[in-house]
């Protein structure tokens, strides 16, 4: 697990690129919670990779109040159900990871897709959010990341552990003003320097049924 055949990699990524040609093809949405809520999958159980300080589980309770919620996190001054990536079991609905990938390698990363894939039920979904490229400060504000994850790289190596992609959303949420003006007055500047006003990136994928 975890050894990334490049050349397949490379492979994903073009195909995702061909899907979505620019950063500006991607569909926008506020926060993730708008895409996961309003997903009409209706998960019994549910895992978060990367899961902080567990405050996912309150928004998933509310939207869905008998899925059970199960934890993943190497910060043991947290309560978490699995601390090491050997040690997740189980069968899952729903996976997520948020603001996480960008903090290990592209070989770790792909280890962690796969540990995914493996615990999730046919069918099951994978949501996954990270700094948009595009948008530099979102990735370099932070000193412990490690990997940028352009958009179509992401998908790449989503598709490389096995899944389907279903979409990819940018994500973008600021007052009405500031939307109007950076979604249509100065557009066209984004567009010419190659600069986004999204901070984010959305992944929504699945386990193929068989």
Not at 28 to 33: K, L, Q, V
Not at 149 to 156: F, P, Q, S, T
């Amino acid at each position: 697990m975890g050894s990334i055949d490049w050349s397949e990699l490379f492979k994903h990524r073009q195909s995702i690129s061909k899907r979505y040609p620019t950063i500006w093809t991607l569909p926008i949405r506020p926060r993730y919670s708008n895409v996961l809520l309003s997903t009409n999958i209706s998960p019994v159980t549910m895992l978060e990779v990367g899961a902080g300080d567990r405050s996912l589980k309150e928004k998933i309770n509310k939207r869905w109040n008998n899925c059970k919620y199960f934890s993943f996190d190497i910060d043991k001054n947290r309560d978490h159900d699995f601390y090491s990536l050997e040690s997740v079991q189980g069968e899952y609905d729903l996976v997520c990871m948020f603001e996480m990938i960008e903090h290990i390698t592209p070989d770790i990363a792909l280890e962690v897709l796969q540990k995914c894939f493996s615990v999730m039920k046919p069918g099951a979904s994978l949501m996954i959010t990270t700094p948009n490229t595009f948008y530099p400060p979102a990735y370099l504000r932070d000193a412990t990341h490690i990997t940028p994850w352009c958009y179509d790289e992401l998908g790449g190596i989503v598709r490389l552990a096995g899944f389907e992609i279903n979409q990819i959303f940018r994500l973008y949420k600021e007052s009405i003003l500031k939307q109007l003006f950076r979604r249509y007055i100065g557009y066209p500047l984004f567009r010419l320097v190659q600069i986004d006003y999204a901070k984010q990136i959305m992944l929504v994928a699945s386990k193929p049924l068989s």
